[in-house]
Each structure stands twice: as C-alpha cells, then as structure tokens.
C-alpha cells in the first residue's frame, strides 16, 4: 500500500517562474539601459529634447496670452492650424520626394543627429538677441512659430528615422524591452524636468530679488529665463547628438568587423 501511494505521487512539480510579467521585464529594460552607453546616449537625447519642447510652449503661452486684442480666439486657432497643416505637408514633401532620405544619407548619422539641436540652439538664439535688443519686447507669433516647427518638420522628417535606425543590431533586450522605456520615460523626464527647472527658477529669482526688465518681466542676461534655460538645455543637446553619432559609428564598425 505504501508503495502503490507513493507511485500515485508522481515527482515533485516545481514551481515555475513567470519572467515575463511586467514588472521582470520592466526591471530587465532599466538594466539594459544603464549598462549601456549607446541607450543612455538616446535616453538623454530624446529627454532633452522633449525639454526644449517644453520650455518653449511656455514661450509660446506667453506669447498667444499677450496677441492683439483686436484678435480673436476663432482666428488664433485657424492661424495655428494652418501652421500645424504646412509643417505636415513639408514633412510629407520631404519624405515622398527622397529629400529628406537623401539629406540624411549624404550628412550621416552624426550630423543628422545634430540638425535637431543646431537648428533649436539658433532658433532660440535669435529669439534670444531679439529680447535683448528690444529691452524685452516679444518677438512676432509668426516668427516664435515658424522657428518652432522648422525643428519639428526636421525631427519628423529627417531625424525620426534616423533615431529609429540607431537600434538596429542590438540585442532583443534592448530592442523590446528598453526601447519602450526610452520611448516613454525619456519624454516624461524631460518634460517634468522642464516644469521643474522653470518652476524652481522662478521662486530663486522671487527669493533673491532679481532685477527686472523696463517692462517688469524676469530677465538673465536680456532674455527671459525660460529662453535663457532652454540655450543651455539646447547646447547640451547638441554635444550629446555628436557623442551619440559617434558611439553608433563604433558599433558599426565592429559589426561590419565580424562579418
């Protein structure tokens, strides 16, 4: 009887575990990521742009806010549909014709990367100097908005792509798992850090009673200090677009060498 019991058992059943729930996978895409210098590279990249975008759509909000009054809001909502539809149509210009293809293939991965930033660095400068040299007067809407989505028809036309070739031949960790993270948590982080820095600056310039502008706006070196942070977010920008280009190189270096 013991026997026929002990028969009837069968072997143990060991206790499986699950490693592809969210949270293993989560934890497994965050280590990917930081062991990697070509994925903190793009994390950085993707999250100082995204606080640039940020900074510059609290410019924005002061601009809109301080239109003409004889204006409307009918009127203002049409203008920057209008705005939104010609950025579309270059970007689909670009892309349809080749251009944008052929922009990216004749400038290579590191200068493509640094459009992006090189174009927002100069945009923001000039919008910098015309604070400075108009003892604080804002620019023109048209000019703040044509500036703006010259850097957004050159992400989604020419940059995109060439963001989205970087993972290639990596492994499927990366990939799946921390391409997500990147995607997602790079644009959060610099768009809470973004809010955070405008946030802090403003209570440190109420604290220690920085002088104001003729006009009575906050003003660093004749320019409004969202302007001011975003020159200096875009420059970083931009040295991080040339270390990124340059990493990639590396590896395609090294994949070309083992086949």
């Known amino acids: 009887l013991n026997g026929t019991?002990?028969?009837?058992?069968?072997?143990?059943?060991?206790?499986?575990?699950d490693d592809?729930?969210?949270?293993?996978?989560?934890?497994?895409?965050?280590t990917t990521i930081l062991r990697s210098r070509l994925l903190m590279a793009i994390f950085t990249y993707n999250a100082l742009y995204a606080s640039t975008t940020v900074l510059l759509s609290f410019q924005r909000a002061?601009?809109?806010?301080?239109?003409?009054?004889?204006?409307?809001?009918?009127?203002?909502?049409?203008?920057l549909a209008n705005i939104n539809m010609a950025s579309s149509v270059a970007v689909f210009c670009l892309q349809a014709s080749g251009i944008a293809a052929l922009i990216a293939q004749k400038c290579g991965s590191t200068a493509t990367l640094s459009l992006m930033p090189l174009i927002r660095l100069l945009g923001?400068?000039?919008?910098?100097?015309?604070?400075?040299?108009t003892d604080g007067k804002p620019p023109n809407l048209i000019l703040f908005l044509?500036?703006?989505?010259?850097?957004?028809?050159?992400?989604?036309?020419?940059?995109?792509?060439?963001r989205e070739?970087?993972?290639?031949?990596?492994?499927?960790?990366?990939r799946y798992e921390a391409k997500p993270i990147v995607d997602t948590l790079a644009n959060r982080w610099g768009g809470g850090s973004a809010a955070f820095l405008v946030s802090f600056t403003d209570k440190m310039f109420d604290l220690f009673g920085v002088q104001n502008n003729r006009n009575g706006s906050q003003a660093v070196f004749g320019c409004?200090?969202?302007?001011?942070?975003?020159?200096?977010?875009?420059?970083?920008?931009?040295?991080?677009?040339?270390?990124l280009g340059q990493i990639r190189r590396r590896i395609d270096l090294e994949l070309k060498k083992r086949q």
Do not use: Y
């Not at 020159?231 to 677009?241: F, N, T």
């Open 20 to 30: 592809s729930s969210f949270t293993q996978r989560l934890l497994r895409g965050i």
């Open 146 to 162: 044509l500036l703006d989505e010259c850097t957004r028809v050159v992400n989604l036309a020419i940059a995109k792509p060439v």
């Open 224 to 243: 409004p200090p969202v302007l001011f942070l975003c020159i200096i977010i875009a420059a970083w920008w931009a040295m991080v677009s040339a270390d």
């Open 124 to 133: 923001v400068l000039s919008l910098a100097w015309w604070h400075r040299n």
């Open 165 to 174: 070739s970087l993972w290639r031949g990596l492994s499927n960790e990366a």
């Open 5 to 17: 019991n002990q028969s009837s058992k069968g072997p143990p059943v060991r206790e499986i575990v």
């Open 62 to 79: 002061k601009l809109v806010a301080a239109r003409n009054t004889s204006s409307t809001t009918e009127s203002d909502t049409a203008f």
